[in-house]
């Protein structure tokens, strides 16, 4: 690394910021967003976040999972290019490769930390608060209607 070269800095950072752990996955791309090598586990991630993260309807009043077309809807919003096709891949396994701006999107839309798509550990953790997250809206949702 030339310490006269700050560009050169700012690149090797960009690569370790984005290398979680021991996890192989780590930042090869530009200035796009573009390059993640390939997110072994981004399926049943993001799958896990649509199981897990629910909502309530407020036509109603019943709780029910997020759609691909809710998160796609929500991201566009954002200025995130994400077609309800292309959440279908992902969920599929077949794109494991997404931007950086579509995983940080998704983590903000589901409310978990980008973290949550590279390391276990953290996923596992998010996970847990997930369940008592939906364990809450259930009871709140059930009180709601009981009135």
């Not at 192989?24 to 976040?49: C, H, I, M, Q």
């Amino acid at each position: 690394m030339d310490p006269d070269n700050p560009q050169e800095d700012k690149e090797a950072q960009m690569d370790t910021a984005h290398t979680a752990g021991d996890s192989p996955v780590a930042w090869s791309g530009d200035a796009s967003g573009r390059g993640w090598s390939s997110l072994p586990d981004l399926a049943e991630r993001v799958n896990r976040l649509f199981e897990t993260s629910l909502t309530v309807d407020p036509g109603t009043g019943r709780v029910r999972h997020h759609s691909n077309d809710d998160v796609s809807s929500a991201l566009v919003l954002k200025g995130i290019r994400c077609s309800p096709s292309n959440l279908s891949l992902i969920r599929s396994g077949r794109r494991d490769n997404p931007t950086a701006a579509l995983i940080a999107g998704l983590a903000e839309f589901f409310q978990v930390t980008p973290m949550y798509f590279f390391d276990p550990v953290v996923a596992t953790q998010v996970e847990a608060y997930l369940d008592l997250r939906n364990e809450n809206l259930i009871a709140q949702a059930r009180a709601t209607r009981a009135v």
